[in-house]
Protein backbone atom coordinates (compact mmCIF):
# COMPACT_ATOMS: atom_id res chain seq x y z
CA UNK A 1 0.00 0.00 0.00
CA UNK A 2 2.97 2.37 1.40
CA UNK A 3 5.09 1.71 -1.59
CA UNK A 4 2.24 2.04 -4.08
CA UNK A 5 1.00 5.67 -2.76
CA UNK A 6 4.95 6.61 -3.18
CA UNK A 7 5.32 5.05 -6.89
CA UNK A 8 1.95 6.86 -7.57
CA UNK A 9 3.33 10.35 -6.22
CA UNK A 10 6.62 9.87 -7.88
CA UNK A 11 4.19 9.30 -10.95
CA UNK A 12 2.48 12.59 -10.52
CA UNK A 13 5.74 14.86 -9.61
CA UNK A 14 7.28 13.56 -13.25
CA UNK A 15 3.93 14.71 -15.00
CA UNK A 16 4.40 18.41 -13.50
CA UNK A 17 7.69 18.11 -14.40
CA UNK A 18 7.13 17.27 -17.87
CA UNK A 19 4.39 19.33 -18.17
CA UNK A 20 6.32 22.45 -16.80
CA UNK A 21 9.34 21.68 -18.83
CA UNK A 22 7.11 21.37 -21.90
CA UNK A 23 5.67 25.38 -20.89
CA UNK A 24 8.86 26.78 -20.62
CA UNK A 25 11.09 25.11 -23.78
CA UNK A 26 10.07 27.41 -26.20
CA UNK A 27 12.36 26.94 -30.05
CA UNK A 28 14.20 29.94 -30.02
CA UNK A 29 14.71 31.71 -33.08
CA UNK A 30 17.63 32.76 -35.32
CA UNK A 31 18.55 34.57 -37.92
CA UNK A 32 17.45 38.00 -38.90
CA UNK A 33 15.76 39.16 -35.47
CA UNK A 34 17.80 40.46 -32.67
CA UNK A 35 17.46 43.22 -29.80
CA UNK A 36 17.58 46.19 -31.24
CA UNK A 37 20.89 47.71 -29.22
CA UNK A 38 21.87 50.74 -31.21
CA UNK A 39 19.06 53.13 -32.53
CA UNK A 40 18.06 53.44 -35.85
CA UNK A 41 20.31 56.61 -36.97
CA UNK A 42 19.30 56.13 -41.01
CA UNK A 43 16.35 58.98 -40.96
CA UNK A 44 18.74 61.79 -39.93
CA UNK A 45 20.22 63.40 -42.30
CA UNK A 46 17.52 65.92 -42.70
CA UNK A 47 17.15 65.23 -46.57
CA UNK A 48 13.28 64.26 -46.55
CA UNK A 49 12.65 67.22 -47.70
CA UNK A 50 12.93 66.79 -51.60
CA UNK A 51 9.70 67.11 -53.77
CA UNK A 52 10.23 63.94 -55.18
CA UNK A 53 9.11 61.22 -52.46
CA UNK A 54 12.22 59.14 -51.70
CA UNK A 55 12.97 55.54 -53.56
CA UNK A 56 15.59 52.84 -52.16
CA UNK A 57 16.53 49.96 -54.96
CA UNK A 58 14.96 46.32 -53.18
CA UNK A 59 16.39 43.01 -54.57
CA UNK A 60 16.01 39.36 -53.22
CA UNK A 61 18.96 37.26 -53.79
CA UNK A 62 18.80 33.32 -53.06
CA UNK A 63 21.76 32.54 -55.34
CA UNK A 64 23.24 30.44 -51.93
CA UNK A 65 21.32 27.57 -52.77
CA UNK A 66 21.46 27.33 -56.36
CA UNK A 67 24.85 24.77 -55.38
CA UNK A 68 22.87 22.90 -52.69
CA UNK A 69 19.46 22.09 -54.77
CA UNK A 70 20.00 19.00 -53.75
CA UNK A 71 19.62 19.94 -49.71
CA UNK A 72 16.45 21.39 -50.04
CA UNK A 73 13.26 19.30 -49.30
CA UNK A 74 11.60 17.83 -52.05
CA UNK A 75 9.66 20.18 -54.60
CA UNK A 76 11.44 23.68 -53.32
CA UNK A 77 14.49 23.53 -55.33
CA UNK A 78 11.77 24.22 -58.50
CA UNK A 79 11.62 27.53 -56.52
CA UNK A 80 15.01 28.67 -57.12
CA UNK A 81 15.51 30.74 -60.18
CA UNK A 82 18.43 29.61 -63.08
CA UNK A 83 20.31 33.12 -61.74
CA UNK A 84 19.20 32.39 -57.83
CA UNK A 85 17.42 36.25 -58.34
CA UNK A 86 13.88 36.13 -57.09
CA UNK A 87 13.69 39.72 -57.67
CA UNK A 88 15.58 41.47 -59.42
CA UNK A 89 17.36 45.35 -58.00
CA UNK A 90 14.25 47.17 -58.30
CA UNK A 91 13.48 51.04 -57.56
CA UNK A 92 10.80 51.47 -55.26
CA UNK A 93 9.08 54.43 -53.82
CA UNK A 94 8.63 54.99 -50.34
CA UNK A 95 7.55 57.76 -47.75
CA UNK A 96 8.79 58.74 -44.88
CA UNK A 97 9.55 56.69 -41.88
CA UNK A 98 8.45 54.00 -43.53
CA UNK A 99 10.88 50.54 -42.84
CA UNK A 100 12.90 47.66 -44.55
CA UNK A 101 10.12 45.30 -43.35
CA UNK A 102 7.32 47.64 -44.87
CA UNK A 103 8.89 48.12 -48.28
CA UNK A 104 9.81 44.36 -48.27
CA UNK A 105 5.98 43.52 -47.48
CA UNK A 106 3.76 46.24 -49.79
CA UNK A 107 6.44 45.29 -52.97
CA UNK A 108 5.71 41.61 -52.31
CA UNK A 109 1.83 41.97 -51.95
CA UNK A 110 1.79 43.75 -54.62
CA UNK A 111 3.50 41.21 -56.93
CA UNK A 112 1.39 38.39 -54.82
CA UNK A 113 4.95 37.36 -54.23
CA UNK A 114 4.78 34.74 -50.89
CA UNK A 115 6.12 36.29 -47.82
CA UNK A 116 5.74 34.40 -44.26
CA UNK A 117 6.58 36.42 -41.70
CA UNK A 118 6.00 36.49 -37.67
CA UNK A 119 5.95 39.86 -35.64
CA UNK A 120 7.44 38.61 -31.83
CA UNK A 121 6.00 42.30 -30.00
CA UNK A 122 8.81 41.26 -26.95
CA UNK A 123 11.54 42.66 -29.79
CA UNK A 124 9.13 44.79 -31.39
CA UNK A 125 10.09 43.76 -34.53
CA UNK A 126 9.75 41.29 -37.46
CA UNK A 127 11.20 37.99 -38.87
CA UNK A 128 11.19 37.00 -42.47
CA UNK A 129 10.16 32.88 -41.91
CA UNK A 130 10.39 32.64 -45.78
CA UNK A 131 10.07 34.42 -49.33
CA UNK A 132 8.69 32.45 -52.03
CA UNK A 133 8.03 29.42 -49.97
CA UNK A 134 11.69 29.22 -49.20
CA UNK A 135 11.85 29.04 -45.68
CA UNK A 136 14.30 29.27 -42.90
CA UNK A 137 15.92 25.85 -42.07
CA UNK A 138 15.37 24.62 -45.72
CA UNK A 139 18.75 24.01 -46.05
CA UNK A 140 20.77 22.97 -42.72
CA UNK A 141 20.14 24.30 -39.19
CA UNK A 142 22.15 27.77 -40.06
CA UNK A 143 19.72 28.94 -42.63
CA UNK A 144 17.44 31.59 -43.18
CA UNK A 145 16.77 35.14 -44.71
CA UNK A 146 19.04 38.22 -43.48
CA UNK A 147 18.96 41.60 -45.09
CA UNK A 148 21.80 44.29 -45.97
CA UNK A 149 21.51 47.61 -46.45
CA UNK A 150 24.13 49.41 -48.36
CA UNK A 151 26.64 46.32 -48.66
CA UNK A 152 26.38 46.40 -44.52
CA UNK A 153 24.08 43.89 -42.22
CA UNK A 154 22.39 45.84 -39.86
CA UNK A 155 22.50 44.22 -35.82
CA UNK A 156 18.66 44.82 -35.42
CA UNK A 157 15.23 43.72 -37.00
CA UNK A 158 14.12 44.56 -40.58
CA UNK A 159 11.34 46.48 -39.30
CA UNK A 160 13.12 48.56 -36.97
CA UNK A 161 15.50 50.18 -39.76
CA UNK A 162 13.66 53.24 -41.44
CA UNK A 163 14.74 53.97 -44.69
CA UNK A 164 16.30 57.29 -46.36
CA UNK A 165 16.62 58.02 -49.74
CA UNK A 166 18.84 56.09 -52.17
CA UNK A 167 19.34 53.09 -50.11
CA UNK A 168 20.12 49.85 -51.50
CA UNK A 169 18.43 46.79 -49.61
CA UNK A 170 19.53 43.52 -50.06
CA UNK A 171 17.22 40.37 -48.87
CA UNK A 172 19.88 37.45 -49.36
CA UNK A 173 19.33 33.63 -48.59
CA UNK A 174 22.02 32.30 -46.20
CA UNK A 175 23.03 28.77 -45.43
CA UNK A 176 25.51 29.28 -42.86
CA UNK A 177 24.27 32.36 -40.54
CA UNK A 178 25.38 34.97 -43.26
CA UNK A 179 29.29 33.63 -43.39
CA UNK A 180 28.74 32.41 -46.94
CA UNK A 181 27.41 35.81 -48.57
CA UNK B 1 -19.11 -10.61 -28.75
CA UNK B 2 -20.97 -8.12 -31.21
CA UNK B 3 -19.30 -8.48 -34.11
CA UNK B 4 -17.27 -11.17 -36.32
CA UNK B 5 -13.59 -9.83 -36.03
CA UNK B 6 -13.88 -9.55 -31.97
CA UNK B 7 -14.11 -13.32 -32.13
CA UNK B 8 -10.83 -13.74 -33.33
CA UNK B 9 -7.60 -14.34 -31.94
CA UNK B 10 -6.38 -11.10 -29.50
CA UNK B 11 -3.15 -11.56 -31.43
CA UNK B 12 -4.61 -11.21 -34.50
CA UNK B 13 -6.46 -8.03 -33.95
CA UNK B 14 -4.04 -6.13 -32.22
CA UNK B 15 -1.41 -6.72 -35.23
CA UNK B 16 -4.84 -5.94 -37.16
CA UNK B 17 -5.43 -2.48 -34.92
CA UNK B 18 -1.08 -1.62 -34.82
CA UNK B 19 -1.17 -1.78 -38.41
CA UNK B 20 -4.42 0.06 -39.39
CA UNK B 21 -3.42 2.88 -36.91
CA UNK B 22 0.25 2.54 -38.22
CA UNK B 23 -0.72 3.71 -41.14
CA UNK B 24 -3.53 6.12 -41.05
CA UNK B 25 -0.98 8.35 -38.82
CA UNK B 26 2.00 7.90 -41.19
CA UNK B 27 0.01 8.18 -44.90
CA UNK B 28 -0.58 11.50 -45.68
CA UNK B 29 -1.93 10.23 -49.69
CA UNK B 30 -5.48 11.85 -49.38
CA UNK B 31 -6.88 8.86 -51.21
CA UNK B 32 -5.79 6.72 -48.10
CA UNK B 33 -6.95 9.15 -45.78
CA UNK B 34 -10.39 8.85 -47.81
CA UNK B 35 -9.95 5.35 -47.73
CA UNK B 36 -9.03 5.10 -44.10
CA UNK B 37 -11.78 7.71 -43.05
CA UNK B 38 -14.41 5.91 -44.29
CA UNK B 39 -13.55 2.03 -43.33
CA UNK B 40 -13.33 3.67 -39.79
CA UNK B 41 -16.45 5.46 -40.00
CA UNK B 42 -18.11 1.72 -41.24
CA UNK B 43 -16.44 -0.11 -38.74
CA UNK B 44 -17.26 2.03 -35.82
CA UNK B 45 -20.92 1.95 -36.80
CA UNK B 46 -20.96 -1.39 -36.96
CA UNK B 47 -19.58 -2.28 -34.06
CA UNK B 48 -21.44 0.53 -31.93
CA UNK B 49 -24.61 1.80 -33.92
CA UNK B 50 -26.35 4.68 -33.54
CA UNK B 51 -23.80 5.98 -30.61
CA UNK B 52 -21.16 5.88 -33.03
CA UNK B 53 -23.26 8.32 -35.37
CA UNK B 54 -23.45 10.30 -32.65
CA UNK B 55 -20.15 10.59 -31.68
CA UNK B 56 -19.21 11.11 -35.18
CA UNK B 57 -21.39 14.49 -35.77
CA UNK B 58 -21.77 16.31 -32.59
CA UNK B 59 -18.09 15.15 -31.32
CA UNK B 60 -15.40 14.50 -34.41
CA UNK B 61 -17.33 16.97 -36.92
CA UNK B 62 -16.63 19.99 -35.09
CA UNK B 63 -13.23 18.91 -33.89
CA UNK B 64 -12.41 18.16 -37.85
CA UNK B 65 -13.84 21.34 -39.17
CA UNK B 66 -11.93 23.33 -36.17
CA UNK B 67 -8.53 21.98 -36.90
CA UNK B 68 -8.78 22.39 -40.62
CA UNK B 69 -9.95 26.09 -40.02
CA UNK B 70 -6.73 26.01 -37.81
CA UNK B 71 -3.94 25.44 -39.79
CA UNK B 72 -4.44 28.41 -42.77
CA UNK B 73 -4.43 30.75 -40.17
CA UNK B 74 -0.98 29.73 -38.48
CA UNK B 75 0.70 28.21 -41.25
CA UNK B 76 0.79 30.17 -44.33
CA UNK B 77 4.04 28.13 -46.53
CA UNK B 78 2.36 27.71 -50.20
CA UNK B 79 2.37 28.48 -53.66
CA UNK B 80 -1.09 29.86 -54.04
CA UNK B 81 -2.13 33.09 -52.74
CA UNK B 82 -5.86 33.39 -52.05
CA UNK B 83 -6.01 36.29 -50.13
CA UNK B 84 -3.89 38.40 -47.08
CA UNK B 85 -5.03 38.21 -43.61
CA UNK B 86 -5.41 41.58 -41.90
CA UNK B 87 -1.50 41.90 -40.36
CA UNK B 88 -0.28 40.93 -44.09
CA UNK B 89 0.82 37.14 -44.04
CA UNK B 90 -0.99 35.00 -47.04
CA UNK B 91 -3.65 32.74 -46.83
CA UNK B 92 -2.81 29.96 -49.08
CA UNK B 93 -4.63 26.78 -51.00
CA UNK B 94 -2.22 24.33 -49.68
CA UNK B 95 -2.40 25.28 -46.06
CA UNK B 96 -6.32 24.69 -46.26
CA UNK B 97 -5.36 21.42 -48.03
CA UNK B 98 -3.24 20.20 -45.58
CA UNK B 99 -5.52 21.84 -42.76
CA UNK B 100 -8.26 19.52 -44.01
CA UNK B 101 -5.99 16.50 -44.73
CA UNK B 102 -4.77 16.81 -41.53
CA UNK B 103 -8.12 17.30 -39.38
CA UNK B 104 -9.38 13.98 -41.74
CA UNK B 105 -5.96 12.12 -40.43
CA UNK B 106 -6.87 13.00 -36.60
CA UNK B 107 -10.56 12.23 -36.89
CA UNK B 108 -9.91 8.64 -38.28
CA UNK B 109 -7.48 7.78 -35.74
CA UNK B 110 -9.42 8.46 -33.05
CA UNK B 111 -12.44 6.66 -34.97
CA UNK B 112 -9.77 3.21 -34.85
CA UNK B 113 -9.10 3.80 -31.61
CA UNK B 114 -12.90 3.66 -30.71
CA UNK B 115 -12.80 0.82 -32.69
CA UNK B 116 -9.90 -0.51 -31.09
CA UNK B 117 -11.24 -0.35 -27.05
CA UNK B 118 -14.71 -1.58 -28.35
CA UNK B 119 -12.38 -4.59 -29.48
CA UNK B 120 -9.40 -5.13 -27.79
CA UNK B 121 -10.86 -5.36 -24.16
CA UNK B 122 -8.55 -4.97 -21.51
CA UNK B 123 -8.59 -8.79 -20.55
CA UNK B 124 -7.26 -9.41 -24.26
CA UNK B 125 -4.69 -6.94 -23.52
CA UNK B 126 -3.43 -8.34 -20.72
CA UNK B 127 -3.73 -11.88 -22.06
CA UNK B 128 -1.18 -11.27 -24.66
CA UNK B 129 1.23 -8.99 -22.75
CA UNK B 130 0.74 -9.64 -19.39
CA UNK B 131 3.58 -12.11 -19.22
CA UNK B 132 5.85 -9.77 -21.14
CA UNK B 133 5.61 -6.62 -19.64
CA UNK B 134 3.32 -6.96 -16.55
CA UNK B 135 3.89 -3.72 -15.02
CA UNK B 136 3.69 -1.89 -18.23
CA UNK B 137 0.87 -3.88 -20.11
CA UNK B 138 -1.60 -3.13 -16.06
CA UNK B 139 -0.53 0.27 -16.19
CA UNK B 140 -1.68 0.75 -20.10
CA UNK B 141 -4.51 -1.21 -19.61
CA UNK B 142 -5.68 0.91 -16.69
CA UNK B 143 -5.10 4.03 -18.45
CA UNK B 144 -7.02 3.03 -21.51
CA UNK B 145 -10.33 2.31 -19.21
CA UNK B 146 -9.96 5.12 -17.37
CA UNK B 147 -11.84 7.43 -19.78
CA UNK B 148 -15.17 5.33 -19.87
CA UNK B 149 -15.02 4.64 -16.01
CA UNK B 150 -14.20 8.50 -15.21
CA UNK B 151 -17.77 8.85 -17.50
CA UNK B 152 -19.44 5.96 -16.37
CA UNK B 153 -18.72 6.98 -12.60
CA UNK B 154 -19.06 10.23 -13.11
CA UNK B 155 -22.87 9.65 -14.20
CA UNK B 156 -23.76 8.05 -11.01
CA UNK B 157 -22.32 10.62 -8.40
CA UNK B 158 -24.15 13.81 -11.00
CA UNK B 159 -27.03 10.86 -10.14
CA UNK B 160 -26.78 10.67 -6.29
CA UNK B 161 -25.86 14.28 -6.03
CA UNK B 162 -29.09 15.17 -7.72
CA UNK B 163 -31.36 12.52 -5.42
CA UNK B 164 -29.74 14.65 -3.11
CA UNK B 165 -31.12 18.05 -3.89
CA UNK B 166 -28.21 19.36 -5.65
CA UNK B 167 -29.05 19.08 -8.73
CA UNK B 168 -28.34 21.18 -11.98
CA UNK B 169 -30.58 24.40 -11.12
CA UNK B 170 -29.59 27.29 -8.85
CA UNK B 171 -27.61 30.54 -9.25
CA UNK B 172 -24.02 30.06 -10.99
CA UNK B 173 -22.17 30.18 -7.54
CA UNK B 174 -24.37 27.60 -6.49
CA UNK B 175 -23.43 25.15 -9.84
CA UNK B 176 -20.45 25.61 -9.83
CA UNK B 177 -20.15 24.83 -5.94
CA UNK B 178 -22.02 21.51 -6.84
CA UNK B 179 -19.33 20.90 -9.51
CA UNK B 180 -16.65 21.18 -7.91
CA UNK B 181 -18.07 18.74 -5.00
CA UNK B 182 -18.63 16.27 -8.12
CA UNK B 183 -15.11 16.94 -9.11
CA UNK B 184 -13.15 16.38 -5.71
CA UNK B 185 -15.27 12.96 -4.84
CA UNK B 186 -14.55 12.18 -8.58
CA UNK B 187 -10.83 12.81 -8.26
CA UNK B 188 -10.64 10.76 -4.92
CA UNK B 189 -12.45 8.22 -6.54
CA UNK B 190 -9.97 7.85 -9.46
CA UNK B 191 -6.85 7.87 -7.39
CA UNK B 192 -8.37 5.31 -5.15
CA UNK B 193 -9.46 3.25 -7.59
CA UNK B 194 -5.99 2.84 -9.24
CA UNK B 195 -4.06 2.21 -5.92
CA UNK B 196 -6.71 -0.52 -5.31
CA UNK B 197 -6.65 -1.96 -8.65
CA UNK B 198 -3.10 -2.29 -8.24
CA UNK B 199 -2.85 -3.59 -4.97
CA UNK B 200 -5.72 -6.39 -5.93
CA UNK B 201 -3.57 -7.40 -9.06
CA UNK B 202 -0.81 -7.69 -6.91
CA UNK B 203 -2.53 -10.03 -4.39
CA UNK B 204 -3.50 -12.22 -6.58
CA UNK B 205 -0.06 -12.65 -7.30
CA UNK B 206 -0.26 -10.65 -10.79
CA UNK B 207 3.40 -10.73 -12.83
CA UNK B 208 4.98 -13.42 -10.88
CA UNK B 209 6.29 -16.16 -12.09
CA UNK B 210 4.66 -19.67 -12.83
CA UNK B 211 1.52 -17.75 -12.40
CA UNK B 212 -0.75 -18.78 -14.77
CA UNK B 213 -4.22 -17.27 -15.63
CA UNK B 214 -7.34 -18.75 -17.15
CA UNK B 215 -8.31 -17.90 -21.06
CA UNK B 216 -10.10 -19.36 -24.15
CA UNK B 217 -8.15 -18.22 -26.88
CA UNK B 218 -6.56 -20.63 -29.42
CA UNK B 219 -4.87 -19.47 -32.43
CA UNK B 220 -6.87 -21.77 -35.26
CA UNK B 221 -5.92 -21.91 -38.78
CA UNK B 222 -9.08 -19.95 -39.30
CA UNK B 223 -6.33 -16.87 -37.27
CA UNK B 224 -3.73 -17.67 -38.97
CA UNK B 225 -5.35 -17.54 -42.70
CA UNK B 226 -6.83 -13.57 -41.56
CA UNK B 227 -3.23 -12.44 -39.90
CA UNK B 228 -1.91 -13.80 -42.99
CA UNK B 229 -4.00 -11.79 -45.21
CA UNK B 230 -3.31 -8.56 -43.03
CA UNK B 231 0.35 -8.93 -43.22
CA UNK B 232 -0.01 -9.94 -47.18
CA UNK B 233 -2.07 -6.66 -47.36
CA UNK B 234 0.20 -4.33 -45.38
CA UNK B 235 3.26 -5.40 -47.00
CA UNK B 236 1.45 -4.93 -50.64
CA UNK B 237 1.13 -1.78 -49.30
CA UNK B 238 4.34 -0.45 -47.21
CA UNK B 239 6.13 -1.78 -50.62
CA UNK B 240 4.31 0.00 -53.09
CA UNK B 241 4.34 3.13 -50.87
CA UNK B 242 8.76 2.93 -51.32
CA UNK B 243 8.28 2.66 -54.54
CA UNK B 244 6.97 5.77 -54.72
CA UNK B 245 3.10 4.76 -55.51
CA UNK B 246 1.68 6.84 -52.45
CA UNK B 247 4.24 10.06 -53.31
CA UNK B 248 2.01 12.90 -52.35
CA UNK B 249 3.41 16.38 -51.63
CA UNK B 250 1.25 19.23 -49.79
CA UNK B 251 3.83 21.99 -49.68
CA UNK B 252 4.87 24.06 -51.12
CA UNK B 253 2.32 22.96 -53.86
CA UNK B 254 -0.10 19.95 -53.14
CA UNK B 255 -0.37 17.17 -55.74
CA UNK B 256 1.42 14.24 -56.81
CA UNK B 257 2.97 11.52 -59.17
CA UNK B 258 0.47 8.89 -60.62
CA UNK B 259 1.89 5.81 -61.14
CA UNK B 260 -1.20 3.94 -62.32
CA UNK B 261 -0.12 -0.02 -61.30
CA UNK B 262 2.02 0.81 -58.07
CA UNK B 263 -0.78 3.39 -57.04
CA UNK B 264 -4.04 1.22 -57.58
CA UNK B 265 -1.95 -2.07 -55.71
CA UNK B 266 -1.46 0.07 -52.93
CA UNK B 267 -5.05 1.74 -52.91
CA UNK B 268 -6.56 -1.93 -53.07
CA UNK B 269 -4.42 -3.44 -50.66
CA UNK B 270 -4.76 -0.43 -48.72
CA UNK B 271 -8.92 -0.56 -48.62
CA UNK B 272 -8.99 -4.41 -48.04
CA UNK B 273 -7.22 -4.16 -45.11
CA UNK B 274 -9.01 -1.25 -43.44
CA UNK B 275 -12.28 -2.81 -44.54
CA UNK B 276 -11.68 -6.39 -43.89
CA UNK B 277 -13.19 -6.12 -40.25
CA UNK B 278 -16.71 -4.90 -41.36
CA UNK B 279 -16.45 -7.35 -44.59
CA UNK B 280 -15.88 -10.34 -42.16
CA UNK B 281 -19.19 -8.95 -40.40
CA UNK B 282 -21.15 -8.41 -43.17
CA UNK B 283 -20.27 -12.26 -44.16
CA UNK B 284 -21.21 -13.67 -40.91
CA UNK B 285 -24.28 -12.13 -41.09
CA UNK B 286 -25.32 -12.61 -44.72
CA UNK B 287 -24.42 -16.71 -43.35
CA UNK B 288 -26.32 -16.31 -40.57
CA UNK B 289 -29.67 -14.98 -42.27
CA UNK B 290 -28.94 -17.87 -45.02
CA UNK B 291 -29.01 -20.49 -42.27
CA UNK B 292 -31.67 -19.05 -40.26
CA UNK B 293 -33.93 -18.67 -43.48
CA UNK B 294 -33.28 -22.26 -44.73
CA UNK B 295 -34.45 -23.67 -41.28
Redesign the interface.
Known sequence: MKKNTHFFCLLCAALLIFLLASCAARPEEAGAESVPEETPGAAEDGSGETVSSPSCTLLIRCDTLLGKLEELPAGKAELVPADGLLLEATNVAFSEGESVFDVLKRELQARRMHLEFSENPLYDTAYIDGICNLYEYDCGELSGWIYRVNGETPGYGCSQYLLSDGDVIEWLYTCDLGNDL | MADAFSGYHPAVQFVYFVLVIGFSMFQMHPVCLLISLVCALTYAIRLSGRRAVRFSLCGLLPLMLVTAALNPVFN????T?LA?FP????L?REAILYGIAAACMMVTVILWFSCYNKVMTSDKFLYLFGRVIPALSLIFSMTLRFVPRFTAQLRTVTAAQRGMGRGGSGSVVRRAKNGIAVLSAMITWA?EN??VT??SMKSRGYGLRGRTAFSLYRFSRRDAGLLLFFVLCAVLTAGSAALGGLSW?Y???TGGVWKAPISLTAFASYFALCLSPSALDWREERKWNALKSGM
Do not use: K, S, W
Not at chain 2, 76 to 79: C, F, M, Q, W, Y
Not at chain 2, 87 to 90: D, E, H, I, T, V
Open positions: HEGAIYNGNPTLAVADRYPM
